[in-house]
């Protein structure tokens, strides 16, 4: 599996953003697919997870209400809706795929090469 994420830019404080991932990988159906992100001098942090059928969401409590992850099985592709973004949401996104539906890092097998989100306040 290959993943490619996209749609990152600037923006200001409460506008918004959609990013994209787009896989590779005829088994690409079967992984649960995440979004984590990185902001400068921080650690890694989850940000949102789908699972394989797109009926389960997870959501790190700050971007609860904000961000809307899902997927469309027919184009490979896990996207990522973020609304009233913030200062603090500022930094490199990651998208991520593992055979089990989760939030911790380790999971993920395959990873995308990240795409980078600033909020201007």
């Known amino acids: 599996v290959q993943l490619q994420a996209s749609g990152g830019g600037m923006v200001q404080a409460g506008g918004s953003l959609r990013l994209s991932c787009a896989a590779s990988?005829?088994?690409?159906?079967?992984?649960?697919v995440g979004w984590f992100r990185q902001a400068s001098g921080k650690e890694r942090e989850f940000v949102a997870s789908?699972?394989?059928?797109?009926?389960?969401?997870y959501y790190t409590d700050s971007v609860k209400g904000r961000f809307a992850i899902s997927r469309d099985r027919a184009k490979n592709t896990v996207s990522l809706q973020m609304n009233s973004l913030e200062p603090e949401d500022t930094a490199v996104y990651y998208c991520?795929?593992?055979?089990?539906?989760?939030?911790?890092?380790?999971?993920?097998?395959?990873w995308g090469q990240g795409t980078l989100v600033t909020v201007s306040s």
């Open positions: 789908i699972n394989w059928s797109g009926d389960s969401t």
């Open positions: 990988g005829r088994t690409f159906g079967s992984y649960a």
């Open positions: 991520a795929a593992a055979k089990i539906f989760g939030s911790v890092a380790t999971l993920f097998d395959y």
